[in-house]
T-cell receptor, first 113, second 114 residues
Framework: GNSVTQMEGPVTLSEEAFLTINCTYTATGYPSLFWYVQYPGEGLQLLLKATKADDKGSNKGFEATYRKETTSFHLEKGSVQVSDSAVYFCALDQSGGYQKVTFGTGTKLQVIP | DTGVSQDPRHKITKRGQNVTFRCDPISEHNRLYWYRQTLGQGPEFLTYFQNEAQLEKSRLLSDRFSAERPKGSFSTLEIQRTEQGDSAMYLC????????????FGEGSRLTVL
C-alpha cells in the first residue's frame, strides 16, 4: 500500500536558519505529493503540491521538488521565521482521481528568536 | 466564514455511550472525508463521500462507526458504544472533484472517552 515516511521531530531552529524536513514515499503509479501545515489551534492547510516528477511546489518561501528516482519530496526554506512554528505533514494522493490522501506522521518545527 | 466547520469541537463521554459529530463542508465541494488523528500521528483515512454516496470505508472503521451525508451536504459521524481507544481528533475535510489531493480541513472534533 501507499505510505509516507518523514523525519521525526521536533526540529528546533533559530530564526533565519535553513530548514529541511525529509520526506520519502512508497506508492504504485505516479502519485501527487503535498505538504500540509498545521499551525497551533488551527486545522491542516495545504502548503504546496507537485503533481509529476521534477515539479517544484512553492509557497510562502517553502519549496519541495518531486524526485521520482529517490521517491522523495523534501521540504526546504532558506530562512525560517518564528511564525513558521507548526507541524508539517508530507502526504500523497494516488493518481487516478481517487483522492484518498495518505499522510506522514508529521514533523513539529519550533523556531526560536 | 465559508470554511469547513465541525461540531462539537470537544466531546467528553463515558465508555459505552454513543457520540455524533457533524461536519459542514465548503458549500460547492462535492467530496467529503473523515480522518482520525491521534497524538503524534498523521491523519488516518476513515471514509469519504462523493455527493451523498459513501465510496469507501477504511478497515479502521469498525461496525460501531457509521457515517452519513444525506442530500450531499453536511455529514455526520456516529460512534456507538464508545471505547477508550476511540479517543482521538476526528477531522473532516472537503474538496472539489477536480482538484487532486487539495483537501480543506476543519479544526476537528476532539473525543475523550473516559
Amino acid at each position: 500500500g501507499n505510505s509516507v515516511t518523514q523525519m521525526e521531530g521536533p526540529v528546533t531552529l533559530s530564526e533565519e536558519a535553513f530548514l529541511t524536513i525529509n520526506c520519502t514515499y512508497t506508492a504504485t503509479g505516479y502519485p501527487s505529493l503535498f505538504w500540509y501545515v498545521q499551525y497551533p489551534g488551527e486545522g491542516l492547510q495545504l502548503l504546496l503540491k507537485a503533481t509529476k516528477a521534477d515539479d517544484k511546489g512553492s509557497n510562502k518561501g517553502f519549496e519541495a521538488t518531486y524526485r521520482k528516482e529517490t521517491t522523495s519530496f523534501h521540504l526546504e526554506k532558506g530562512s525560517v521565521q518564528v511564525s513558521d512554528s507548526a507541524v508539517y505533514f508530507c502526504a500523497l494522493d494516488q493518481s487516478g482521481g481517487y483522492q484518498k490522501v495518505t499522510f506522514g506522521t508529521g514533523t513539529k518545527l519550533q523556531v526560536i528568536p | 466564514d465559508t470554511g469547513v466547520s465541525q461540531d462539537p469541537r470537544h466531546k467528553i463521554t463515558k465508555r459505552g455511550q454513543n457520540v455524533t459529530f457533524r461536519c459542514d463542508p465548503i458549500s460547492e465541494h462535492n467530496r467529503l472525508y473523515w480522518y482520525r488523528q491521534t497524538l503524534g500521528q498523521g491523519p488516518e483515512f476513515l471514509t469519504y463521500f462523493q455527493n451523498e454516496a459513501q465510496l469507501e470505508k477504511s478497515r479502521l472503521l469498525s461496525d460501531r462507526f457509521s457515517a452519513e451525508r444525506p442530500k450531499g451536504s453536511f455529514s455526520t459521524l456516529e460512534i456507538q458504544r464508545t471505547e477508550q481507544g476511540d479517543s482521538a481528533m476526528y477531522l473532516c475535510a472537503s474538496s472539489l472533484l477536480a482538484t487532486t489531493g487539495e483537501l480543506f480541513f476543519g479544526e476537528g472534533s476532539r473525543l475523550t472517552v473516559l
